[in-house]
């Protein structure tokens, strides 16, 4: 069972059925920080709700949304609060 009170921005803690813990410990980043609440990041992509972007990550500290083509003034925008940073393709 995870023992989701000491999960970290890169680690989970789990309480074994004969009462000894596990610790899993990763190199990047598997949770983001939502309140005072630890959350999986889940980088599924997902249908936007922004008319100009088609799909969206699902869960993560930051937004990230694709568009369903190169044609266009938009394809890829990173979003985190009210600042933003959209990319196309040139040529």
């Known amino acids: ?7 970290t921005s890169n680690s989970k ?3 074994k059925p004969d009462g000894t813990m596990m610790e899993e410990i990763y190199l990047g980043n598997i949770h983001y920080k939502e309140g005072k ?6 980088n599924t992509l997902v249908p936007s ?3 100009n972007f088609k ?5 993560n500290r930051f937004e990230a949304s694709f568009s369903d083509t190169t044609k266009g003034n938009r394809f890829l925008r990173f979003k985190k609060g009210d600042l933003s940073l959209e990319m196309m393709p040139v040529g």
Do not use: S, T
Request: charged letters at 45%; a negative charge.
């Open 1 to 7: 069972m995870e023992l989701q009170d000491f999960r």
């Open 13 to 15: 803690r789990f309480l």
């Open 37 to 42: 609440k630890w959350v999986d990041i889940d």
């Open 49 to 51: 709700d922004d008319p």
């Open 55 to 59: 799909y969206k990550n699902k869960a």
